[in-house]
């Protein structure tokens, strides 16, 4: 049996307007938080291409996909997977949370 779920605090809801990305750095690694049209999204802030932060990349809010500034890939927020070449494999996607004002990732 694993350990618990941790929810980490990342940010106050209103600290990112829709087309934002802001990377954090937590135990374990560096999410990319985004936030969506339909909310806020985190993925592992690596490209799956190269290893180069998606967080340097544009968001595309309606699409609700970021896109690696290195390569161009783009990937999907919702499930991580590669959207366009040269990236063939998914990112991992981390759960979010928000509650009340606050916005968490839901660290497994």
Known sequence: MGADPVRVRLCATDELEVGQVRRFEIEGGAIALVRCRSGFRALLDVCSHQDYPLSEG???PDSCEIECFRHGSTFSLLDGSPQ??????????????VDSDDVYAVIE
């Open 58 to 60: 544009e968001v595309f």
């Open 84 to 97: 366009s070449l040269p990236a063939t494999q998914a990112v991992k996607v981390v759960p979010i949370e």
